[in-house]
């Protein structure tokens, strides 16, 4: 049973960010002092990588941990409208897949990290720099 009204719950969702999320800005700014630049959004690729190094041929996906269904305790479906959620979250992360099938496939390495991946900032600096720098 959802505990919201019709309005507040679109409300909520609507309020929901794509592009510069909290996750986001953690890994754009270790990235930015560690000394990398790089592009964002790039439109013109499969799902919309959020950075982009063009000239290494690298794209970090930064994914939201409940909207792309990750194995962590965010990542749950909730347990109301499990007919709307369940499947709503298997879509997401086949198109997640494909999308990176389809950047491996043109010659693209592809990195995803998680949300809850971003709370230790120091743990995930060195897999930045490991992914960027090989």
Known sequence: MDTRSPEQRRRIMQSVKQKDTAPEMVVRRL?????YRYRLHRKDMPGRPDIV???RRKVI?????????????????????????????????????????????AGWQVLTVWECETKEPERLLPVLRDFVDK
């Open 53 to 55: 190094f063009g000239g």
């Open 61 to 105: 996906f930064v994914h939201g941990c409940f909207w792309h269904a990750h194995g962590c305790s965010k990542g749950q479906a909730p347990k109301s409208k499990l007919n709307y959620w369940g499947p709503k979250l298997a879509q997401n992360a086949e198109r997640d897949a494909r999308n990176v099938r389809s950047l491996e496939e």
């Open 31 to 35: 990235l930015h002092a560690a000394g």
